[in-house]
Nanobody, 123 residues
């Protein structure tokens, strides 16, 4: 059983930056593949970024955030991060982290989810 807790969301002006954190606890015997997803009001949950268990260069991004967002992880601290730069109003959403055995861009492929953190980008 794994628990995930997101933090770092908030209100930021367009062009600003935020760093989201996802702290992992529970029965974690090895690193999980991690993903970030977001859901805006009235829209489907969408993939944002993912990183494999090995971390490093094994990161993938939605086209909408590529070049602006960076996912990383600190396995020693059981934490995954999402650095969000050049934020746009359309980035406004609840952001969720997810953990699974393998990295995927499909939400239903993940086994564990956090409760989400609100990111609001003002114009």
């Amino acid at each position: 059983q794994v628990q995930l807790v997101e933090s770092g969301g908030g209100l930021v002006q367009a062009g600003g930056s935020l760093r989201l954190s996802c702290a992992q606890s529970g029965r974690t015997f090895s690193p999980y593949a991690m993903g970030w997803f977001r859901q805006a009001p009235g829209k489907e949950r969408e993939f944002v970024a993912r990183i494999q268990r090995s971390g490093g260069a094994n990161a993938y991004y939605a086209d909408s955030v590529k070049g602006r967002f960076t996912i990383s992880r600190d396995n020693a601290e059981n934490t995954v991060y999402l650095q969000m730069n050049s934020l746009k109003p359309e980035d406004t959403a609840v952001y969720y982290c997810a953990a699974g055995e393998y990295s995927s861009s499909i939400a239903r492929h993940y086994d564990y989810w956090g409760q989400g953190t609100q990111v609001t980008v003002s114009s």
